[in-house]
């Protein structure tokens, strides 16, 4: 048998199979030895005296390494417009490790209901599309289809930082979903982080993970090379002039020309720029 793992409470794995069917599994030695098993892996099943068994994990189309997650579609980023006010800096960050990493980013600006016409949120809104992102948005009273028809079929991996409105918007996308806002939590007397563990839910016809990771963004392992490889909006017809441009101040950078005809984004190259500083270094940047 095969399933996909939706969670994982210490040695306690829940996996659902393809006929739907959720199962509690446990995860053999050698397997635990080999790579630990992450929400998200498609593993093999056996049954040994009724006990689930997991054999293997099959092979990980990507991965993250925080949160712990793998086989995923895409990357929701969101970022309200206001309170806290809209950071292209934390937006790009995200976008590049998420991009580095093979995953798609999808990005929503919540609490639209907040903004006047002539909020400086609007030009970053239109850069990103013209960038190549999508770009939804979201408010009190605002319809959630697109955002619905993005989630359908895929799995998603939550980002954004705290009091952004992610459980406002899971809980609005699935009144079932019962995940606390920070109210709650707050009447509670729980503080803010009621999210603690890595766990795939059903949501839109779609599998959501709300994770505790991207607390930290670590591009400890990241090439800056290889990143502008990834960042989609950085794809240039005609290569830079030499094999191991850096993109910073190598004469015949195309990325360098693309930002100066006005193709390329002044500030997400500027956003680059700063971030490279971070790679190959054991140094992060807290959210
Ligand atoms: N005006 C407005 N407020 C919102 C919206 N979404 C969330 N909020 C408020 O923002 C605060 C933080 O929301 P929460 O969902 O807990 O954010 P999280 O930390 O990202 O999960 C709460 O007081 C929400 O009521 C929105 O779309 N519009
Ligand atoms: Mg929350
Ligand atoms: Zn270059």
Do not use: A, Q, T
């Given at each position: 048998m095969q399933g996909k793992i939706i969670r994982i409470v210490s040695n306690q794995y829940t996996l659902i199979d393809h006929e739907g069917q959720l199962q509690q599994a446990v995860a053999m030695g050698k397997v635990r030895r080999q790579d630990k098993p992450v929400v998200g892996d498609e593993v093999e099943v056996e049954v040994y005296d009724g006990r689930y068994c997991i054999e293997r994990i099959l092979p990980r189309r990507n991965q993250l390494y925080r949160p712990a997650i793998a086989n995923v579609d895409q990357a929701m980023i969101v970022m309200s417009a206001v309170d806290p006010i809209f950071s292209n800096v934390?937006?790009?960050r995200l976008i590049f490790l998420i991009s580095y990493s093979g995953i798609d980013p999808l990005i929503v600006v919540s609490k639209m209901d907040l903004t006047a016409p002539d909020d400086p949120v609007y030009s970053y809104i239109d850069d990103y599309r013209r960038s190549g992102y999508q770009v939804i948005l979201v408010g009190h009273d605002y319809e959630l289809d697109e955002l619905k028809a993005a989630l359908k079929g895929k799995v998603t991996v939550l980002a954004g930082q705290s009091g952004v409105g992610k459980s406002s918007?899971?809980?609005?996308?699935?009144p079932d979903f019962a995940l606390a806002t920070q109210e709650i939590s707050k009447a509670l007397n729980r503080g803010k982080h009621t999210t603690r563990h890595t766990e795939l839910y059903e949501v839109a016809g779609g599998w959501l993970a709300d994770t505790p990771?991207?607390?930290s963004l670590d591009f400890s392992r990241i090439d800056s090379r290889t990143l502008a490889e990834r960042?989609?909006?950085f794809q240039v017809d005609?290569?830079?002039?030499?094999n191991d441009c850096r993109h910073l101040n190598e004469p015949g950078c195309a990325i360098i020309e693309g930002v100066r005809e006005g193709r390329i984004s002044?500030?997400?190259y500027d956003n680059f720029v700063a971030v490279t500083e971070l790679c190959n270094k054991k140094k992060e940047w807290e959210l």
């Open positions: 934390l937006v790009d918007l899971l809980n609005k996308l699935d990771g991207f607390s960042i989609k909006d005609e290569p830079c002039r030499f002044k500030y997400r």
